[in-house]
Structure formats: C-alpha cells, structure tokens
C-alpha cells in the first residue's frame, strides 16, 4: 500500500515541477517568525513521556552529493513518512528534490536516478525546509544512522533559513538496541532483509524513508510486547545497561 501510494505521490510531483520557481529566496520575516514558535512548541513538547501509541513521528531520509556538508556537501532530496504510534500513515507524504546550478557527481547521479535537469526545475533549498518543517511542525522526527540526517539538517537549517536544528531526532537503532541487542546487523538493507521489508527503491529519499518506517513500525510493536510504554522507559533501560 505504501510503495502503491508512493508511486502515485512522485508521478504528482514530477508534474508539477516545471511550475516551481528555481530562483533562490532569501528568507524572509514569515519563515524566521515561524521557525521561532515552531521551536517554541517544540520545547513545550513532552516527548518522552507520550505512549507510543499515542507518539507522532515522521520517519525521514536525504540524498545528498556526500558525507561532509561543511565541505560543500548538499542535500539533493529530501523523503518522509508520516506515523502514530507504529501506524504508518499511508495518505502522509512528503518528497521534494533541491535545485542546484550544479550537476550532481556523475556516480551520484547513477546511484539515486536524480538528474541535473530534475534539480534544475526543483524549488530552491530555503523553500524544501520551509515545506519540509510545515509537514513535520512539532512531531519527533526518526532515520536511519541519524547521525548523516542531523549534520546535514543542521548546516541547511542555518546556512538556508538562519535557525538552529532543534527537532529530536531518533535513530531507528534506538529500539533496535532493545529488541535485537545482539545483532550484527548495520545497514538499512541488512535490517529491511531480517524483517522481510521491499525497499522497493533503494537510494530514493521516499522509499527509502518508507522502508525505515517500517523498520520503526515492527520495533515499536516488539518493544510495546516487551513492556515498554514510552521513550523514556526506553532511556533509562538503556542507562542501566552501561
């Protein structure tokens, strides 16, 4: 249902591209006023103490030209899902590339199936944040070895809109530590293989996203049988290990 409902999502987008304005904006007094009560909402939050049935999340991923955004690394799509509690919600979609004057690297290109003229005809960076943050607004935001996610988040996020990075984000191992703690399993394709998920698409921000939310899907059941009701349940487990 998801991947059907993915496929229709991107033939929408691709036609409406051409009707996206690829000149770059600067930031202006609306996006920075909204940045600032969305952060405040976010400090109002009580994340760790919601139920996890009852915790909304939006399970993301980025294709980027490489590791080191502080190097001149840029995001090149952006792919989400959105979730309550271990329910994906289907009809909750978020995918959109990022213009650039520049070509992607020829072996990125290769990779992800992104194109020099689809980033041409894509909506300007500081726009993709302004949309991606409207969709995600205060809800906890989960991937897959985050930590690619939040350094990347972070520079965009002050080099496109001048705000801090203030989501919580959660990697998908956070669970996975306590359902599986002796797994040798790193990759997104190693775990998507163990629970029997189709990536479908690998190297596409979507599908990989939807894939990584079914991920956190089948741990937030194991974790909930286990005992488990919130993320902070989870926290202290984890602190009594060490």
């Given at each position: ?52 049935k009852d915790l909304d999340t939006v399970v993301f991923d980025i294709e980027t030209t490489g590791f080191y955004p502080y190097n001149g690394d840029r995001i090149l799509s952006i792919g989400a899902v959105k979730m309550k509690g271990a329910d994906i919600l289907n009809n909750q979609l978020f995918y959109k ?146």
């Amino acid at each position: 249902m998801v991947m059907n409902q993915m496929l229709h999502f991107i033939k929408q987008m691709s036609g409406k591209m051409s009707d996206i304005n690829p000149v770059s904006s600067q930031t202006d007094a609306r996006q920075i006023a909204y940045m600032r009560n969305l952060q405040r909402e976010l400090k109002q939050k009580d994340v760790l103490n919601t139920p996890f049935k009852d915790l909304d999340t939006v399970v993301f991923d980025i294709e980027t030209t490489g590791f080191y955004p502080y190097n001149g690394d840029r995001i090149l799509s952006i792919g989400a899902v959105k979730m309550k509690g271990a329910d994906i919600l289907n009809n909750q979609l978020f995918y959109k590339t990022i213009y650039s004057e520049l070509p992607p690297p020829k072996e990125i290109e290769v990779l992800t199936g992104i194109t020099a003229s689809e980033l041409n005809q894509a909506a300007d960076l500081p726009e993709v944040l302004r949309q991606f943050f409207q969709f995600v607004r205060s809800d906890t935001l989960v991937a897959h070895h985050s930590s690619h996610e939040k350094q990347f988040m972070k520079h965009a996020s002050w080099t496109a809109l001048k705000s801090n990075f203030q989501h919580r984000l959660i990697d998908t191992t956070f669970l996975m530590k306590v359902v599986s703690p002796d797994s040798a399993y790193v990759t997104l394709d190693d775990w998507c293989d163990h629970y029997g998920v189709d990536i479908g698409r690998r190297h596409h921000a979507l599908y990989d996203a939807a894939a990584t939310a079914k991920l956190w899907s089948e741990n937030v059941k194991k974790v909930e049988e286990m005992g488990f009701t919130n993320l902070r349940d989870i926290y202290t487990h984890i602190a009594s290990l060490s």
